[in-house]
Each structure stands twice: as structure tokens, then as C-alpha cells.
């Protein structure tokens, strides 16, 4: 066993040196497959922020109700009655046309406009919270309080919602397809790499042939090349993303205040990316692991 | 098998290349444990041919090659490499290692086969004594003269204590003193119990030795 994790260690050791003895090389094999996992893994990550902000809006879907102008008080008490009976109505808030108007001059750039009106061009609205999520009850709903007197439109606040969430979906797909093929490069990449490692020790490999080599002996130190590769790219790859966050946010930083909020991008979790290069390192063992056994079986078979 | 006891034994061998060459031809001999012998003939009349079918190097097309009571034929791939342990080859076109010291070259067979640093290393530097290379175990094997490199060769193919060795023209490219060198370390090994089957046609160096010869003639024995 000590033996063992002997020669291990010297394989490792030795694939190390030969890494460091072409440095630029060496450097550009492991740009190209950074850019080729960070590529999906950004994807991944601006994704998941998506994700989670669809998530924390569409928890309470609402629907407003605007009513027609000349809504006297009884219409409106009549219908926020109706509101509050319907079935899957969680809260209903009454927004008198001279809030709106209070606050929408709040917001920038909107005083003047509104000082320029000669009277005040909102109506009264209800903000109807649902209690049920799904799309269905929602569209119910829309269609019962758009037939009420009085309304005169019903709009629903979770439409954008679900637009973004099947745009989430394609997204996903996206991702995943993204994944599948950049996987597929790194492992193209790993296995000409290693072919050319190959062939540049044609000569030790065939000795060692002919001293009584194993064939697991031959591949090791080919293995723990194809895998340190594949975890130098990771971290590349994970340097590109998570600078690429940073750039991102300082950006957001200055944008989100306008908006009101503070909206930030949330950096991969420890778990996903230690996911992500551990993906990276089985990458290119499995490029490695291609290239060797195709040269073994062409060395066995002449 | 006649005796029984033959470490290396060949019944009615051919060996035919794509091409239609036929380089043996229904070829039988057998080896003692402990003999050494030499392989002779013209160049083209199948000698490495013979010595690459002891090592499983190429496979036969007809009869069957026994090494150790192994019959080669019938050896699964996985397990020549366990084969090849109880072999030491000196083959033409040397095969050292330049990217490596004298010293290193040596190890590769012990480390190969899993052998422990510590004595892998004393074995090696033992082997490398025997051939009185011990000096120049730093040096890289380039700044070796032809005949110091062959006696590199013999060290590295006798440093895992094989049972048999095998050497293909090992004098082809020296001169007479470091031919008759080489030749003397081999009788040596020999003396020690190591099955010797060297092959060449150095008729000279032959007559020196009163050991059993083996003559090919176009892929036939004599």
C-alpha cells in the first residue's frame, strides 16, 4: 500500500513537472478549456439569479383591478365587496386615484408631467392579491372581475411572471445543451492533448512495454494529466465567472438604486462549484482515458 | 516437450508478416534452464523474429512458443506484461531514455514493476557496479560512448534479476575489446544460473565460447 501511494505520488509529481516545463503551452491548454466551462457554468449562475427573483415575485401573484372613472362610492364599495368574496382572493388594497397620483409623482422625472395635466387621469384601483399561484385560478379570476360593473380593466401583475419563467425553462434547455457540447470540447481538447503528450514519449511508453508495464501502469501518469487539466480549467473557468459576477454587480450597482431596489448577483454556492469542477476534472480523466486506450490498442495490435 | 524442464521451448514454429513473408518456418528447439546459447545466421534469416516471439512481441502464426511453461498463444494480453518481468531484453535501436540520467534509466524496470524506492535504488546502483557504470550514474545517457550505452542496456535489462536474457546483435555496432566486454558480462550472468539466448552474427565472437549454437537459414533451423 505504501508502495503504492509511492509511485502514485511520483506519477503525480512527474505529470507536474512536465506541465511546468512547457508553461505556455501548458497556460493556453487550460485557457481553452476555462472559456469552454465558463461558458455554461455563467449561464448557470446568471440563470439561477433569474430563477430565484421569478421565484420571490411570482410567490404572491396579483391581478389590479382599475375601475371606470365615473365610479361613484357605492360602485366601488360594491365591488371591493365582490373582491373580498371571491374564492382564492388573499387580501384585497384599495388605491384611491389621488395615492396613485401622490405616488406616482414620487417616482423620477414624473412631477412635471403631472403638474402639466389639468386633472388628475388615474382611476381608483383595487391591488387583489391571489392566494392560489397557479395560472389557471389566476386567468379565472381576471375574466370574473373584468365582468363586474364599473371595471374597466383587469390586469394581471403575474403575466410577466410566467413569460419569465418559460423563458427560464428555454434558458435551462439552454444550459444544459450548452453543457453537453462544451463538455464534449473539453474532452476533445484533454484527448488531442494527450495524444501529443503521447506521442512525444512514444519511445519511454514502448520500453516500458517491453520491461513489463501494466497497462494501468501506462496510462496513470496520462490520467492525472487529462484530470489535472481538467481541474486547472475548472478553476480557470471558475476565475472567469466569478470576476465576471464581480464586473456585473459593480455595474448593477449603480443601475439597481434606480429601479428601486437592490438587486444583486448572487455568486455560486461553495457546493456548485466544487460540482462544477469536480464535472471538469471527470472531463478530461475521460479525454484522458480515451486517448491512452486508443494508443494501447493500436501499440497491441501491430 | 521432451524433458519436461525446458524454460523456453518452441514445437514446429511459423511466423508469417501481412505480406506473405514468411519469416520461420516450422522452427522446434528447447532450452535448458541455466544453458546459454547463441542464435546465428545471415541478416534476414528470421533471428529477432525468434527472440520477438520468446518475448511476445509478435505472435505466431502456427506451433506454439513455451516460456516458462506459459504457452504464448494462448496468453491473455493482461498478462504479458507479467511475462516480460521474468525477461531481460537488450534489443537493437537501444531504446535509452535521453530526457533522463543513467541512474534513472536503470530504475524504470524497478519502478515498473513496484518496487519500493529505497531498494529499488541500491539494486540499481548494484547493477550499474556490474557493468562499471557506477561513475556515470548522473550522467545523461547521450554523453555515453557506443559501447558504455550498451553496457547501460545490459544493466537495465539485468536489474530486475530475470531468469532469461535476451540480446539481439549486442555487439553489432562495437569494436572488438568492448564486443568481447559485453560478451564476457553476459558469459557472467550466466554463471549465475540466468538462461542467456543471445543472437548474432558475429561468427569470431561465437568461437569463443564453447556453447550450443543455433543456425537460421531463411526462417529455417539447421
Known sequence: ?302 | MTGGVAIISLRQVSKRYPGGFEALRLVSFAVEPGEMLFLTGHSGAGKTTLLKLIAAIERANGGAVLVNGQNLSALRPAAIPYLRRNLGLVFQGQKLLFDRSVFDNVMLPLIVTGQPYREAARRARAALDKVGLLQREKANPITLSGGEQQRLCVARAVVNRPAILLADEPTASLDAAYADEIMEMFNAFNQVGVTVLVATHDRQLIGKYRKRVLTLDHGRLQ
Open chain 1, 1 to 302: 500500500m505504501r508502495v503504492w501511494l509511492q509511485h502514485h505520488g511520483l506519477s503525480l509529481a512527474q505529470t507536474l513537472a512536465r506541465l511546468a516545463r512547457s508553461p505556455f503551452a501548458t497556460t493556453l491548454n487550460v485557457l481553452a478549456i476555462g472559456v469552454a466551462l465558463a461558458l455554461p457554468f455563467g449561464v448557470y449562475c446568471v440563470l439561477g439569479n433569474l430563477e430565484s427573483l421569478s421565484r420571490n415575485a411570482s410567490v404572491d401573484p396579483q391581478l389590479s383591478v382599475f375601475l371606470a372613472r365615473d365610479a361613484a362610492k357605492a360602485d366601488i364599495a360594491a365591488v371591493e365587496a365582490r373582491l373580498k368574496g371571491a374564492m382564492g382572493v388573499s387580501a384585497v388594497r384599495f388605491v384611491s386615484r389621488d395615492a396613485a397620483l401622490v405616488e406616482l409623482n414620487r417616482a423620477a422625472g414624473m412631477g412635471e408631467v403631472i403638474a402639466s395635466l389639468p386633472q388628475n387621469p388615474l382611476p381608483d384601483a383595487f391591488v387583489v392579491t391571489l392566494s392560489a399561484s397557479d395560472p389557471a385560478s389566476a386567468d379565472r379570476l381576471e375574466v370574473e372581475f373584468k365582468s363586474l360593473p364599473k371595471v374597466a380593466y383587469v390586469q394581471a401583475d403575474s403575466a410577466w411572471v410566467r413569460r419569465l419563467d418559460a423563458l427560464l425553462r428555454l434558458g435551462r434547455t439552454a444550459v444544459v445543451l450548452l453543457s453537453g457540447l462544451l463538455g464534449l470540447a473539453l474532452v476533445a481538447v484533454t484527448f488531442n492533448t494527450i495524444r501529443l503528450q503521447i506521442l512525444t514519449q512514444r519511445d519511454e511508453i514502448e520500453l516500458c512495454r517491453l520491461i513489463g508495464a501494466t497497462h494501468a501502469y501506462i496510462r496513470r501518469p496520462f490520467f492525472y494529466l487529462g484530470s489535472l487539466l481538467g481541474l486547472f480549467g475548472g478553476l480557470a473557468a471558475l476565475a472567469i465567472v466569478l470576476s465576471g459576477l464581480m464586473v456585473l454587480n459593480r455595474d448593477l450597482a449603480h443601475l439597481a438604486p434606480l429601479y428601486g431596489s437592490d438587486i444583486r448577483l448572487k455568486f455560486p454556492t461553495s457546493d456548485e462549484m466544487i460540482s462544477g469542477l469536480v464535472a471538469a476534472i471527470a472531463l478530461g480523466w475521460l479525454g484522458a482515458y480515451l486517448s491512452v486506450s486508443r494508443h494501447l490498442l493500436e501499440a497491441d495490435r501491430s
